[in-house]
C-alpha cells in the first residue's frame, strides 16, 4: 500500500470523535497508523523537523474519516476507481450490499434478473466483469486492485431469499429457510457485518416476520447487525418501525435502521413518535442504531412505487404485466387509488415524482424526462400520468430512477438529533440527475446542520459521522483519532466546509475539504484526488 511514512499533520484543531471539545495538536503517523498525539496544552516535546513530511494543518479541523453508513456503491468501486463523489466529502469507509439486493452471494440463474432489478443503482453492471458468486469472492475483488474508500457489506436478504425461494409470493419452506440461513452464515463467516432487507422490494418483501427472525439469529450468532429497510416509510411507519424492533429483539440481534425517515403528508411531524418508540426500546436493552441524509426528497427507482403483487415472478414477469393493458389498469389502480405497498401505502402522487435517470441514455424520448415530474411531462404529451410512467418502465426495462419528494425538514432535523443517530448517503451515482446526497451528505451536515442551522454541534455531529458508525460496525481501530488507531482521516474547513451538490447541479463537489487520508496515505489532496486506491474491504471482526 502506498502509504506517506512519517507524516505530521501540525497545528490541527483535533476533532477526535468522542464529542468533546477540540483540542490543538501535532498527530504524527507512522505505517498507516496513528503514532503520536502531541496537545498543545500537555507540554510534550513536539516532533522534530527531522520527520520525512510535514503538513501544516493551522486553520483546519482534523477529524477521523467520515463513515457512510448506507451506500450504494457495490458496483461504482469497481466501475470507477477515481470515487471522487465520496473521496472528496472525507468519507474513508462506505458500507454497501444495502435494501436486501446486491451482488453476492448469487449464481448464474439469479445474476441476470437482480441486474435487471436494480439496474436503476447500478447500471445494468455490463462494464463489470461479475467473476464473484460469494460474499468472500466479491470482497477479495475489492482488495485485489484496490479501492477509492474503504466497505464493509451487508448479505442482502432479498438475493438470498431469491436464490432459495426465487421471486414467489409466499411464506418460505422449511427447506428453504434452511438454505437462507446457510447462505447468511456462509456469508458471515466470509467477513460481512450483518444483513440487509429492503421490505419494500421484492423478493426481500415476501418475507415473514418469522422468517426473518430466523436469519437475524444467524447474524447475532456472528455477531453481526441487522439493517433493514423496512415495510413501510408512509402510512404504516410506524407499526413497520415496530416489527423490526420486534425482530431484533426475539432474535437478540443489533438493529440498525436504514434512512430511518418520516415520510409523506401522514407523517409530518411526527418523528418525536418514532424515537420515543426507539427509546422505549433501547430501555429495555435493545441495541439499536438509525442513520438519515440530511435531506427531504428520497430517491429510489421508479418501479420500486409498483404494487408487490406485479413484482411477482422476477423483472420479466412484471415487464409482461406491463405490456398488457388490463392489467397495467390493475396497477394504475393500486397506485393511485389504494395505495401500493410499493408507494408505503400512501395513493401516488405524481406530482412529487421527478424522473432522474434512466439505463439508456442515448434513447431522447427517454432522456427528454429527465428533470421533470411524471405529471408535467404527462401535461406535454396530453395523457395520464400512469401512461407516462408506463411507457418509461417498459421502453427503459425498469431503469428510470425517481426523486420522490415526499419529506419534511422538521422531522429531518429530529431524527439527526437523536444519540443513536449516523449518517448514510443512500447515495446513488448512477444516472444523469442523481440525488445530491450521493456527492453532499457529509458536507452538507457540517456546513448547514452545524454552522448554519446550529441543530447539532461541531464536535457532536463529527461523532456521528465517525464514532458511532465505527461502533455499529465493531471496529475496534477505527472512528477516533487515538495512538494506534488507522490513519483514516479527514482535514476540513470548519468556516467554509460546504456541499456543493444541488438539485439542478448534483455533482458538483464539495468545498472546504482539501485532505483525506486512508491509511496514511492521501486519497484527496490541496482539494484534488490522487491516484491512490488504499481502500480494501473491511470484514467484520470474530466474536472474541
Excluded at 393500486?334 to 439505463?359: N, R
Aim: hydrophobic share 40%; aromatic share 6%; glycine share 10%.
Amino acid at each position: 500500500m502506498n502509504m506517506d511514512m512519517d507524516l505530521v499533520i501540525r497545528n490541527a484543531l483535533v476533532i477526535d470523535g468522542t464529542a468533546t471539545t477540540p483540542y490543538r495538536a501535532d498527530v504524527t503517523l507512522t505505517e498507516g497508523r496513528i503514532a503520536a498525539i502531541h496537545r498543545e496544552s500537555d507540554g510534550r516535546n513536539r516532533p522534530t523537523a527531522t520527520q520525512k513530511r510535514t503538513l501544516d494543518a493551522d486553520g483546519l479541523a482534523l477529524a477521523p474519516g467520515f463513515i457512510d453508513m448506507h451506500a450504494h456503491s457495490d458496483l461504482a468501486l469497481l466501475q470507477d476507481p477515481e470515487h471522487t463523489a465520496k473521496a472528496a466529502q472525507g468519507v474513508t469507509l462506505e458500507v454497501i450490499g444495502q435494501d436486501g439486493l446486491s451482488y453476492a452471494p448469487v449464481d448464474d440463474r439469479v445474476l441476470p434478473s437482480l441486474r435487471t432489478q436494480i439496474a436503476g443503482w447500478n447500471g445494468d453492471g455490463s462494464d463489470v466483469d461479475i467473476d464473484w458468486r460469494t460474499v468472500g469472492e466479491y470482497l477479495d475483488r475489492l482488495d485485489r486492485r484496490g479501492t477509492a474508500v474503504n466497505a464493509a457489506y451487508l448479505v442482502p436478504q432479498g438475493t438470498v431469499r431469491a436464490l432459495a425461494v426465487g421471486w414467489e409470493d409466499r411464506p418460505a419452506t422449511p427447506p428453504e429457510i434452511g438454505t437462507m440461513k446457510r447462505l447468511v452464515a456462509e456469508g458471515m463467516a466470509q467477513g460481512a457485518v450483518g444483513m440487509s432487507s429492503g421490505l419494500t422490494y421484492t423478493p426481500g418483501m415476501y418475507a415473514t416476520t418469522t422468517e426473518l427472525t430466523e436469519l437475524c439469529e444467524v447474524v447475532a450468532a456472528y455477531g453481526g447487525y441487522y439493517c433493514p429497510h423496512h415495510r413501510s416509510y408512509g402510512a404504516d411507519a410506524l407499526p413497520a418501525y415496530a416489527e423490526m424492533i420486534a425482530v431484533a429483539q426475539d432474535a437478540g440481534c443489533a438493529l440498525h435502521l436504514a434512512h430511518a425517515t418520516m415520510n409523506f403528508k401522514v407523517n409530518e411531524g411526527r418523528a418525536p413518535r418514532l424515537l420515543a418508540l426507539l427509546d422505549a426500546a433501547r430501555a429495555q436493552g435493545a441495541d439499536i442504531s438509525l442513520d438519515t441524509y440530511p435531506y427531504t426528497p428520497g430517491s429510489t427507482t421508479l418501479a420500486a412505487l409498483l404494487p408487490s403483487w406485479a413484482n411477482e415472478g422476477g423483472p420479466d414477469a412484471l415487464l409482461a404485466r406491463l405490456r398488457d393493458d388490463a392489467t397495467a389498469d390493475r396497477i394504475r389502480h393500486t397506485l393511485e387509488a389504494e395505495g401500493s405497498d410499493g408507494c408505503h401505502g400512501v395513493p401516488v402522487d405524481w406530482d412529487t415524482i421527478e424522473i432522474s435517470g434512466v439505463m439508456t441514455p442515448a434513447n431522447p424520448e427517454l432522456t427528454r424526462h429527465i428533470g421533470r415530474t411524471v405529471t408535467t411531462s404527462a401535461r406535454e404529451r396530453h395523457e395520464a400520468p400512469w401512461e407516462t410512467a408506463r411507457r418509461l418502465l417498459v421502453t427503459d426495462r425498469l431503469g428510470p430512477t425517481i426523486l420522490h419528494h415526499v419529506g419534511h425538514e422538521e422531522n429531518v432535523r429530529t431524527i439527526m438529533r437523536h444519540p443513536a443517530h449516523t449518517a448514510g448517503s443512500d447515495g446513488i451515482l448512477h444516472g444523469a440527475k442523481p440525488h445530491p446526497r450521493a456527492y453532499g451528505t457529509f458536507p452538507r451536515y457540517l456546513g448547514t446542520y452545524v454552522r448554519e442551522l446550529g441543530v447539532l454541534s461541531l464536535e457532536e455531529c463529527v461523532a456521528h459521522l465517525t464514532s458511532r458508525p465505527a461502533a455499529r460496525l465493531r471496529l475496534p481501530d477505527r472512528g477516533l483519532i487515538r495512538e494506534g488507531f488507522r490513519a483514516d482521516l479527514v482535514l476540513f474547513d470548519p468556516e467554509t466546509v460546504a456541499a456543493g451538490s444541488t438539485f439542478e447541479a448534483p455533482r458538483t463537489l464539495p468545498t472546504g475539504i482539501p485532505f483525506v487520508l486512508i491509511d496514511g496515505s492521501f486519497v484527496m489532496k490541496d482539494g484534488r484526488r490522487t491516484d491512490a486506491l488504499a481502500g480494501r474491504a473491511v470484514r467484520r471482526t470474530p466474536v472474541a
